[in-house]
């Protein structure tokens, strides 16, 4: 509801009567997708889905939903696309569609201070315990990659987070950033191994026929990518991280 | 029995419900309280069947006095039967079993034997019928009966009655009315609270007349009903008996 | 129209209305994904079997205790069942599940998360148990307990012979509504990282990329467990009756 008051009064000029582009993210990823102080959505996904909107014409409705339930969300109708930092992945192409991807990244580890894992392959060992949050590509990696290991399956990423704090788990599979964010955030009891182990990407999520759309979306980032719009998302939320991650040589760029 | 009262005082919070109240009969059969409600009658019948124990005060059987404390209670409890005004009987046993109960559990009986020994109180009071309906089936008279033959049949010292029959109708009244005169027939002592003053001129032995927490007056049962000079006890006959 | 056809029509009405909003949803069905999976739904269903079942028998114990704390004469007893019951009936599961696992068993160091999950579950479930068990407790007339005491019976005669064979009765519509509630409740323990039947069900969906299909035998493996309890509760309650 916020989002749409907004964003209308910054696009006086919007079509007042075309339909609403309802875009679902679970607003619980930050820097991507968080709400501000006052509860408002913020992030490099909104202000992305904010320019996308505006390309379009359309006023622009953020759904909330939960990460493992936006795939469902998309499928039945109730939302139009997904900007929730969704890895573009052959399994989830069989069910939607992809744009083209806008960001790249890859999968690493959170590993717990007193773990001996060095890297992914350690983890594939009877008597090792991964954290991975439901529903995400590192949830997947484990289940069909990792078979020795015991795998927990949480809901959220704060609790995976827990689980490895707390030496119940020796890694929690996310993406680089994440990893990076918590590990600062638990310097004592973690360590990160940041160079990913599986490279993916990232891209808006579409109904798989809804060719009209899609093609809209691929101009549209076209469009923003040459006017320097990811430049400025960078600086914008990701300053250190991208200067972090530079000097260690790990991908990480629009 | 030759019951003895002395300055038996009982308290519920700051209220003084029994005020010193003291009282010495004869050697009697049955005894009546009568007066009017919130006088003071069901307290003293419940310190009298070893319910409660009075703030000070003392009370005895031909000579044996009360204990107070609850071990000691318990087993006098045992050697006398108390009927309430009603949910008398547990409501999860049938009639047979409500008699059962006190006799295996409490008496030490053998079901056998227990099941012997109401099988004659039964027939005779012409319950038989009832015995294996749960209480729920039966009518109020009946379950005040059954409850009368239940503080029976554990062979009682006395039996003390509060108010038997003021929760029924005229009808049930009358057959309880009549099974305790039985029981006054049989020699059973009896200690009655009640209302009926038809029934407690012919079955009482000596009256008590509790208001305000104390004896107002106390004699025999003709002389109490007839003749009595205290002006509260003639006020409340004559209003109730006219 | 006898009872039991009712209750079958109207159960079919509600399937067929189900099932017309199934059909209308758009979306690609793709049901032999999930049947490949069965084994995963039934190791699921097995453990919300354990978790329940250990849950049921915990929570009726915690509760009977609580019930005869918060009847106690003796002050520091009485409080400590009120603040046990008001504590856990006024924060949510979730709550006590993450407190209860991530800080509290992690500072005593007792890491199976089954145990602690069954631990936390019953003493939510017992909480409710307790005020279900006073209010039958306080709900038997006091002449109940004059009478068995006239009669000479000890308290503990009483509390077996009289008291607590009528507060079961009161009291067990309640009890099988809070079993239950309980079995229902045990997918929470998905949070901690326990493998019940709905964690699996999800996770099946994330796997196959359904989304929806587990739903249903999910639905269909909940009501196996419920419903055989709410008959036995009205079983029980029509043996108990004080009327023929």
Request: include cysteine.
């Amino acid at each position: 509801m916020l989002a749409i008051s907004a964003f209308l009064a910054l696009a006086a000029s919007a079509a007042t009567a075309a339909e609403p582009l309802r875009v679902g993210m679970e607003l619980s990823y930050p820097p991507f997708e968080m709400t501000d102080p006052q509860g408002r959505p913020t992030g490099v996904s909104v202000r992305l889905a904010e320019a996308l909107a505006k390309h379009l014409g359309r006023p622009l409705v953020i759904e909330n939903i939960a990460f493992d339930g936006l795939i469902p969300a998309l499928k039945t109708g109730r939302i139009d696309c997904i900007i929730s930092s969704l890895t573009a992945t052959p399994e989830r192409s069989k069910s939607i569609a992809f744009s083209e991807p806008y960001l790249r990244t890859g999968l690493a580890l959170l590993v717990g201070a007193r773990s001996p894992v060095q890297s992914a392959a350690d983890l594939d060992v009877k008597g090792r315990v991964i954290a991975v949050k439901k529903g995400t590509t590192g949830h997947r990696y484990a289940t069909t990659a990792l078979k020795q290991a015991r795998t927990l399956v949480l809901d959220k990423e704060n609790t995976a987070v827990l689980e490895v704090v707390q030496g119940k788990a020796d890694a929690f599979i996310y993406d680089s950033l994440s990893v990076y964010q918590n590990q600062k955030r638990h310097a004592d009891t973690t360590r990160a191994i940041l160079e990913p182990f599986r490279e993916e990407t990232w891209a808006i999520g579409l109904r798989q026929g809804d060719e009209p759309l899609r093609g809209q979306v691929n101009e549209f980032l076209k469009a923003f990518r040459a006017a320097g719009g990811f430049e400025r998302l960078g600086d914008e939320f990701l300053p250190e991280e991208k200067r972090a991650f530079r000097e260690r040589g790990i991908p990480f760029y629009f | 029995m030759k019951l003895e009262i002395a300055e038996l005082t009982q308290r519920f919070g700051a209220t003084t419900v029994l005020d010193r109240l003291s009282l010495s009969t004869g050697d009697i059969q049955a005894l009546v309280l009568v007066g009017p409600s919130g006088g003071g009658k069901s307290t003293l019948l419940r310190i009298l069947a070893g319910l409660d124990v009075p703030v000070a005060g003392s009370v005895a059987f031909d000579g044996a006095a009360l204990p107070r404390d609850e071990e000691a209670l318990r087993r006098y409890r045992r050697t006398v039967g108390t009927v309430f005004q009603a949910y008398n009987l547990f409501p999860h046993l049938s009639a047979l079993d409500n008699l059962l109960l006190p006799l295996v559990h409490v008496h030490g009986l053998s079901r056998q034997a227990a099941l012997d020994r109401v099988r004659e109180p039964l027939e005779r009071f012409q319950l038989m019928p009832h015995a294996s309906k749960r209480p729920a089936e039966l009518s109020g008279g009946q379950k005040q009966r059954i409850a009368i033959l239940r503080a029976l049949v554990v062979q009682p010292q006395r039996i003390f009655l509060d108010e038997p029959t003021s929760a029924l109708d005229p009808e049930m009244t009358a057959e309880v009315l009549e099974m305790i005169g039985e029981l006054k027939a049989l020699g059973t002592q009896l200690v009655l609270v009640t209302h009926e003053m038809g029934f407690a001129r012919r079955v009482a032995d000596e009256v008590a007349f509790i208001g305000e927490g104390r004896v107002l007056a106390h004699g025999a049962a003709g002389f109490m009903f007839d003749h009595c000079p205290e002006p509260r006890v003639r006020g409340f006959f004559d209003r109730i008996v006219a | 129209m006898s009872r039991r056809l009712a209750h079958i029509l109207v159960a079919a009405a509600f399937a067929a209305l189900v099932a017309v909003a199934f059909s209308r949803v758009n979306y690609a069905w793709n049901w032999s994904a999930v049947w490949e999976y069965r084994d995963k739904f039934i190791q699921g269903w097995l453990t919300t079997v354990a978790l329940s079942l250990a849950a049921l028998v915990a929570s009726t114990a915690i509760g009977a205790v609580a019930s005869v704390c918060l009847q106690s004469r003796n002050v520091l007893v009485e409080a400590v069942g009120r603040v046990y019951v008001e504590l856990i009936r006024g924060t949510p599961l979730l709550v006590q599940l993450l407190i209860g696992f991530y800080v509290i068993a992690n500072a005593v160091g007792l890491e199976n998360r089954f145990v602690v999950g069954v631990l936390v579950l019953s003493l939510f479930s017992g909480a409710y148990m307790a005020e279900i068990f006073r209010g039958g407790l306080a709900a038997i007339p006091q002449t109940q307990r004059d009478s068995a005491r006239a009669i000479g019976l000890t308290p503990w005669q009483s509390l077996r012979l009289v008291i607590l064979p009528q507060a079961v009765r009161l009291v067990l519509p309640a009890v099988a509504g809070q079993l239950v509630s309980l079995v229902k409740d045990s997918s929470l323990l998905s949070v901690i990282a326990i493998s019940e039947f709905t964690l699996n069900a999800q996770e099946v969906n994330a796997v196959t990329y359904s989304t929806l299909e587990s739903f249903l035998p999910l639905a269909a493996g909940y009501l196996v467990l419920t419903l055989p309890l709410s008959a036995l509760s009205r079983w029980l309650e029509g043996r108990f009756r004080y009327e023929a």
